[in-house]
């Protein structure tokens, strides 16, 4: 496995691999990897011939107030991991290597304004540009995103689709503990009785999926699973909301498909949670 | 020379030709193809295994009150003109096949704020969106864009450093008529007292060359253009500005490239015409 932390030298590498005709894929993270992020390195694995990871804490996808400074790293254990999946490259930039005096950004409307985008208005912002250019860096044939973040993911295959990127976008499954918490890198941040507390989220998915099976409308849905949260003390909602799959926009009947997603604050970490329902 | 319409057929053609370890070069144009669009697939042609040339009359590039719908249009004359400069092939999309339901956009602050960005506040977020998409379908090598829209090819040039397109941008000269006149689509909207009127972008072009290699600032070499074209009873200056040739913000003393720039209305129609000065 090797590490590059130029834009040049991961464009060199990956450029004799498509002469020899190997399919890329890539896995973009912000690092401080767990087994979520080995989900959809493996997953890539199965699927391409090279597998690159880039990691690379996106400052531009941070809000003022939001926790850059505080994030997590671990490179060292990162690179374990990625070796271990079977990782050909990992792509490790500092910030300088990827923004000097850039001016240049993509964004989305439509999708970006409801949900996460409401709480966090630069954010999608960021995204949409980091990953444009992780995309023109590497080239992929194929790129791989968790359904945790869920607009996230509806967000890049809109791009994709709409900037004409000839790039396969692969979701893969959100992957939880043993008790039911989705893996997140922010769930470092929580102590012992946070820890506890943030079940709130999962027992809410998991209730929301048992009754919008009984083809509920979406305040059916929304009541009990506000509930379960609101009985938590440590818990504040940001947002729980049911929202077409495909535009990300509020709906009161279910009828297309759905994500019913969420985001909470369980002390001052903010957390989210989500499930699709009906076939994408 | 090959004519496509969808972005599939497009995308097909040129992953054979990558396959066969092809070079391939792009002149994105907006059609009824003049002299100045002739010389740029010139140097494609001499630069590229397979050139393609892109018809795209992109109608987010154009402000609401502004003349897309007069436009002028000649796609047969267009394609009698690509084969003989010896395009390969002419992306020529309806603009369903390139925006359905799109929401994404490439926007560029700094670079696009001053000269013409200023009177057409939306026109460099139209051209960054469909140039990233263009890029995006073709894959060129080598894009080819004149040096006549100045601060669009400044603008394209900083959002390939910024967005990691592997391409590189080669700006062309500006052609004229015999008279001095910059070739332009849009001198097709002149009658004969305007056709002559608008020669005093010229003028002021020869002039402000003349006064600004002996070394003056900025004013000094503004005064004189601006004095031509205010002589000229039809013509009403839109702006006229010595900038950075980088960063495209104005300068007062002139040290580092700089462009000068200038938008002059001739009775309804807008004309550009500018010129570099130093080395870039």
Redesign the interface.
């Known amino acids: 496995m090797k590490v590059a932390a130029t834009?040049l030298e991961t464009?060199d590498m990956i450029r004799k691999w498509k002469q020899e005709g190997l399919t890329i894929g890539l896995v973009p993270t912000m690092g401080f990897l767990h087994e979520g992020h080995a989900s959809l390195i493996q997953k890539c694995r199965e699927e391409n011939d090279k597998v690159i990871v880039s990691v690379f804490l996106n400052p531009t996808q941070f809000g003022e107030n939001e926790d850059l400074a505080a994030y997590p790293r671990d490179f060292e254990r990162d690179m374990m991991l990625c070796e271990k999946m079977g990782a050909d490259l990992i792509f490790h930039p500092e910030p300088e290597e990827m923004y000097?005096d850039?001016?240049?950004?993509?964004?989305?409307?439509?999708?970006s304004d409801n949900l996460c985008g409401k709480t966090r208005p630069t954010h999608f912002k960021g995204v949409?540009?980091v990953v444009?250019?992780l995309f023109?860096?590497v080239?992929p044939d194929n790129a791989y995103f968790g359904q945790k973040d869920a607009q996230q993911l509806a967000i890049i295959k809109?791009?994709v689709?709409?900037?004409?990127?000839?790039i396969r976008i692969v979701g893969c499954p959100i992957v939880r503990e043993e008790d039911g918490l989705a893996k997140s890198s922010r769930n470092t941040y929580l102590n012992e009785e946070e820890r506890s507390a943030a079940l709130c989220l999962s027992k809410a998915v998991r209730e929301g999926q048992r009754i919008i099976s009984m083809g509920a409308d979406s305040e059916k849905v929304l009541g009990p699973m506000r509930e379960i949260i609101e009985k938590e003390p440590l818990a504040k909602i940001d947002y729980i909301n049911v929202v077409d799959a495909l535009t990300m926009h509020p709906v009161e009947r279910i009828e297309n498909p759905v994500l019913v997603a969420m985001a909470v604050y369980i002390g001052r970490t903010r957390l989210i949670d989500n499930f699709i329902y009906g076939e994408e």
Not at 102 to 111: D, E, G, H, M
Not at 161 to 166: A, E, G, S, V, Y
Request: overall charge positive; glycine content about 0%.
């Open positions: 834009v464009r000097q850039s001016c240049t950004f993509v964004n989305i409307t439509a999708l949409c540009t444009s250019k023109n860096i080239t809109k791009m689709k709409d900037l004409n990127f000839d």
